[in-house]
Nanobody, 125 residues
Framework: QVQLVESGGGLVQAGGSLRLSCAAS????????MGWFRQAPGKERDFVAA????????YYADSMKGRFTISRDNAKNTVYLQMNSLKPEDTAVYYC??????????????????WGQGTQVTVSS
């Protein structure tokens, strides 16, 4: 069982930046593909970004391209989401997720087996 713990959320003004972190308990973290999703009140959970276990592939939702960057540090069992130029519509709970290498469509929510509890990001106008 993979345990995921997100951190780094908070309140920021529009145009500001935040870096989210997700620490994984799994010793074989380097073999997991990782993703970030977000859920705003009253809305479905949406894809934000993902990075493959091999580091060769990263994926972003269209509205995040050029503003968000996903990265990982396998030595620290941690995946990051750097969020720049934040907008009020980025306000949501952000979730980290993990899946095994056999899952390749890592931009899809159903590909993920493990989820964190989420961290709140609030962007004020």
């Amino acid at each position: 069982q993979v345990q995921l713990v997100e951190s780094g959320g908070g309140l920021v003004q529009a145009g500001g930046s935040l870096r989210l972190s997700c620490a994984a308990s799994e010793r074989t973290f380097s073999s997991l593909s990782m993703g970030w999703f977000r859920q705003a009140p009253g809305k479905e959970r949406d894809f934000v970004a993902a990075i493959s276990w091999s580091l060769t592939n990263t994926y972003y939702a269209d509205s995040m391209k050029g503003r968000f960057t996903i990265s990982r540090d396998n030595a620290k069992n941690t995946v990051y989401l750097q969020m720049n130029s934040l907008k009020p519509e980025d306000t949501a709970v952000y979730y980290c997720a993990a899946t095994t290498p056999r899952r390749t469509r890592i931009w899809l929510i159903n590909e993920y087996d493990y989820w964190g509890q989420g961290t709140q990001v609030t962007v004020s106008s």
